[in-house]
């Protein structure tokens, strides 16, 4: 059975630049049918920039065993992405143009006569 999961507090990370991201918002658990909780709670109180929170590190209700891969990202603060600094720097000074160095060749080469 699929178990939705809520987030809960602020991760300092997000606060401190950091993207929150989250690719897993269920997890698959086994238990008994009248123990199935509503939602599964992850703090995230803690988590800096850099800092994952996998299924295994996940708190489960007494009675629930999560069936996922336990080193399944559940929730991570990533870095935020800087912007190459090649795309900023013009590549060069003067355009290209085409046929240029030829004009300017057959100019030299009729003054030399």
Do not use: Y
């Amino acid at each position: 059975m699929q178990v939705k999961i809520e987030l809960r507090g602020v991760a300092p990370g997000s606060t401190a630049g950091g993207v929150l991201d989250q690719p897993k918002h269920e997890l698959n658990v086994e238990c008994l049918a009248i123990a199935v909780p509503d939602s599964i709670r992850v703090v995230i109180s803690d988590l800096q920039v850099g800092q994952a929170i996998h299924v295994k590190d996940v708190t489960l209700p007494e009675g629930v065993k999560a069936l996922d891969d336990p080193d399944l990202v559940v929730v991570q603060v990533l870095a935020p992405a800087a912007e190459p600094e090649a795309a900023l720097a013009p590549t060069s000074a003067e355009p290209e143009v085409i046929g240029r160095k030829a004009a300017e060749e057959e100019a030299a080469e009729k003054e030399k006569k």
